[in-house]
């Protein structure tokens, strides 16, 4: 039995940058990258999810590679997906195909968890819709086990009542800058993690793509700027969720979200600096340990967070 497990889908991308390069039919998935995120850090990392009919077989093959606990519903109908745009300035958006299985039906149901899967010390929920995401993290939570919650950009208008009510009961709420300005109403980072504590996570991180990330701590009311590692980035696919997963097993290890954002960043650094899910490489845990040392000592306690760029309103 894994000690963190990772809930969210599995997808098939083709991904097209704006300069003209493609890479078509990578197997991805923020349930992919978030596990492998973790997987740098804790030995027992585990996958909860719905797989279509059309996954491709040798994908499961290089999965199985990663010796991660794979908790997989097979379902009679085609996986996600999607098409990955990348737009000059590194935003993006995610497009379905045509023919792709719906984000909703290919989202994992909570009585599809078996109860030996329900004790595991954390659960990192990544993008969902978010009735399914609340209904994860109830069925989930425990006074004795940690929960992290990732919303779903695409899933956020008419169900903000639902999400801010879902906030009372996780111990992490990891958005991005964007979901960030989408809930508040502004761009205003270090106003979005206070408002966000206040529902009750204990911890709360807005990430900031190549600005790192903005680390709120509810008990001491302290606010820590995390830079990126500077990475050769080949694909930013996927970065976002392996920082997730690696920020949960960081705190599991250590107790610290400040020293869980540095190991979510470094987690986020390997995923870019590869093609596809299942080309990440494994480090070794000096390496690993290397990295975090090199975030750590340039972290920031901050009292205000200015980005250096703006998003559109």
Request: contains cysteine.
């Amino acid at each position: 039995m894994a000690e963190l497990y990772t809930l969210g889908n599995f997808t098939i991308d083709d991904i097209v940058l704006h300069d003209g390069r493609t890479w078509i039919d990578q197997a991805g998935g923020n349930v992919l990258y978030s596990a492998l995120g973790a997987k740098i850090w804790l030995s027992e990392v585990g996958i909860i999810a719905r797989i279509g009919n059309d996954l491709p077989e040798r994908y499961l093959d290089m999965l199985a590679t990663f010796d991660l606990e794979l908790v997989l519903t097979h379902l009679p109908r085609p996986n996600l997906h999607d098409w990955a745009l990348y737009e000059p300035d590194g935003s993006r958006q995610f497009i379905n195909h045509r023919r792709s299985g719906d984000n909703d039906e290919m989202s994992i149901r909570a009585a599809e968890i078996l109860p030996v899967q329900r004790t595991g010390q954390a659960y990192h929920i990544a993008p969902m819709p978010t009735l399914r995401q609340r209904e994860l993290v109830h069925a989930l939570k425990r006074p004795d086990n940690l929960v992290a919650l990732d919303p779903h950009e695409l899933f956020l208008e008419g169900f903000e009542n639902l999400l801010w009510e879902t906030l009372r009961h996780v111990d992490f709420f990891l958005p991005s800058r964007e979901e960030a300005r989408r809930l508040i109403g502004s761009d205003v980072p270090e106003r979005a993690v206070k408002e966000f504590a206040r529902c009750g996570p204990r911890v709360t991180v807005v990430k900031l793509d190549t600005e790192g990330s903005l680390v709120y701590e509810a008990a001491g009311d302290r606010l820590t700027h995390v830079p990126i590692y500077a990475a050769k980035a080949v694909d930013v696919t996927g970065a976002g969720d392996a920082y997730c997963g690696g920020f949960l097993a960081g705190y599991l290890l250590h107790g610290d979200p400040v020293e869980a954002a540095c190991h979510g960043t470094v987690s986020a650094s390997y995923v870019v600096e590869s093609l596809g899910a299942l080309h990440v490489r494994r480090p070794s845990r000096g390496e690993a340990e290397a990295r975090v040392a090199s975030v750590r000592e340039r972290t920031t306690a901050m009292t205000a967070f200015t980005p250096k760029t703006e998003r559109v309103q």
